[in-house]
């Protein structure tokens, strides 16, 4: 059994393989927005386990603020996205 | 000096806030934040030329944990280029906005854009890299969509996409590396960098992310929709200045972050895309047959040139060849910017004026608006690299240096590329300078048109005669 934070380390790099991989297979839009969402939570992933030393010592509270501003980033890319795929879908209608 | 680094990206973000909190005098706060953030980068420019690259941690917190600030001559030469591009495609926008509701969703993602621009030619540390670039991404795909068209959106959505792709490329590196080294800052994390496989992997990551967002060829199929759809000012921009960002950050992991890990390969592969971006850009600008599409192919060539001279910098030999290749690259990406951004308005102008950028009737137009058509004219000389433009300079290092380190391929390269660029340009002139009553009026409309035609100036003359005056506060980057 690997120790925490390699097994969350090569969970998020999967998680990010899958994602590259469906964002530039998938064509549908909004397949192609969770893919890239995929593939961030990936990249966080694997700097969350960057932080964990083991059960006894304090974790490093840095890559917890990137994570949490990368969220930030992440969904405000993707409300984006989002809105500008209605607005696309709506000038079809015209 | 510390006062004006901060300013340059607090006075943009600061206008985009009451921009969109004061809708009704949002082109008066943009025009004014736009100055206030030009002024700011002169004093920024005054103090560097008396102290030298400098350093301030925000807030006092220390380096590591806080956010630093880094100028040296390279950020301002990229800031004094954004500054002044912004400028004038500023003065541009407030005629092209006419209504209300347009204007006052411009003015607040122009600045934005504009902190975003500042913050990331300042930035000291990996982290606030990928901050300003995202911010950068967002501003820049909501600008594009501003047409409304649904090509438009189109090309917003999917620049969008692609600039998320490449960012979160960037993110991935980012945490290798503080998973190996346990630092962000730019200079801590150089000192640790080697042929290790965890910096070979991150900069093979970072690299790939950053040149998706520039575009080098062939991850430029998002570019020519996005540029060549969006509003006038806001091509401009996206084409002289946005499209820069990733180029400046991959020259700047390139040569400070790492610069023992880049291998020779490396450079070659991106010398050889950049050659194939200056072969198919020139080629598909030379087919296109509406202007902003030229413009927009003639962004992948040039963006090209950029990745040959950063490729033959890393693999000169340490001397005075490597420095003068260092300035013909800065010379190149200063040139280009004032030269893309006023083909972009001028060809906005002409949409305005003919209700179409269609090259084949163009007739009559140097007769209609010689304002116009001389800004074009003079930006195609800055675009072919013909004296005595900044590209001429910074094209004859290029050769030079491709001759000296017997890159034969580049060097034909090279030629083949600009006689395309001189085809493109003519071919537009040519169809321009059909037959037509005459004008007696230089000028139609001194707004619509002389923000093009000083932006043409500032790259074929003032950047060519100038260069001398930009050289020596280069000389010790290299």
């Keep these: 059994m690997p120790d925490p934070a390699t097994l969350y380390g090569l969970l998020g790099i999967v998680l990010a393989g899958l994602g590259v991989h469906a964002a530039i297979v998938q064509r549908d839009s909004i397949r192609r927005l969770l893919a890239i969402n995929v593939m961030g939570v990936g990249v966080f992933l694997v700097l969350i386990a960057t932080a964990y030393f083991g059960p006894d010592q304090d974790p490093d509270p840095i890559p917890h603020a990137l994570v949490l501003t990368g969220i930030v980033v992440a969904v405000a890319a993707t409300a984006l996205a989002l809105a500008l795929l209605r607005a696309f879908e709506r000038s079809e209608d015209e | ?478």
């Design chain 2, 1 to 478: 000096m510390n006062e004006s680094m901060a300013l340059t990206i607090a006075l943009p973000l600061l206008g985009g806030l009451f921009a969109a909190a004061w809708p009704r005098r949002c082109v008066s706060i943009g025009i004014a934040s736009v100055v206030l953030s030009t002024l700011a980068v002169g004093w920024l420019w005054f103090s560097l030329d008396a102290q030298g690259p400098s350093d301030q941690a925000l807030g006092g917190w220390t380096p590591g944990l806080g956010i630093r600030l880094h100028v040296d001559a390279l950020s301002i030469l990229m800031l004094s280029m954004t500054a002044l591009v912004v400028l004038a495609i500023s003065v541009y926008a407030s005629h092209y906005f006419t209504r209300r509701s347009q204007a006052a969703r411009f003015w607040p993602l122009w600045l934005l854009m504009v902190a975003a621009l500042n913050g990331l030619f300042l930035a000291g540390d990996l982290f606030n890299l990928y901050v300003t670039l995202e911010l950068l991404g967002l501003s820049a795909v909501a600008l594009t969509a501003l047409g409304g068209n649904r090509a438009g959106i189109a090309a917003a959505l999917r620049y969008l996409m692609i600039g998320l792709l490449g960012s979160m490329g960037y993110l991935a590196g980012v945490a290798m590396l503080y998973a190996a080294f346990g630092t962000l800052d730019m200079q801590q994390v150089a000192a640790q960098t080697g042929e290790d496989p965890v910096s070979q992997a991150a900069l093979i990551v970072m690299t790939t992310g950053l040149l998706l967002k520039s575009a080098l060829f062939p991850l430029h199929f998002w570019l020519p929709p996005a540029h060549s759809n969006a509003p006038a000012p806001v091509s401009a921009a996206l084409s002289a200045l946005v499209v820069k960002a990733g180029f400046y950050l991959v020259l700047r992991l390139w040569t400070e972050v790492f610069p023992d890990t880049i291998s020779e390969h490396g450079a070659t592969l991106v010398a050889l895309l950049g050659a194939g971006a200056i072969l198919w850009g020139s080629w598909q600008a030379l087919q296109a047959e509406r202007l902003k599409l030229l413009a927009a192919y003639s962004t992948v060539a040039q963006l090209g040139y950029l990745f040959v001279a950063l490729a033959l910098f890393i693999s000169a030999p340490p001397g005075l060849a490597r420095e003068l290749l260092f300035g013909a690259l800065v010379l190149m990406a200063l040139t280009h910017a004032f030269a893309k951004s006023s083909l972009f308005l001028a060809i906005g102008v002409i949409l305005h004026r003919s209700g179409h950028d269609r090259i084949a009737e163009l007739g009559g137009t140097a007769q209609r608006l010689p304002a116009t058509t001389f800004a074009i004219a003079l930006a195609g000389v800055a675009l072919i690299g013909l004296p005595p433009s900044g590209a001429f300079l910074g094209k004859w290092r290029l050769l030079y240096g491709a001759i000296s380190l017997e890159q034969w391929l580049l060097v034909v390269v090279i030629g083949i590329g600009s006689l395309l660029a001189a085809a493109y340009v003519f071919r537009v002139l040519g169809h321009a300078f059909g037959r037509s009553a005459y004008s007696l009026q230089a000028f139609h409309s001194i707004h619509e048109e002389w923000p093009a035609l000083l932006l043409a100036l500032t790259a074929t003359l003032l950047l060519g005669f100038g260069s001398a005056w930009i050289w020596p506060f280069l000389e010790h980057m290299a």
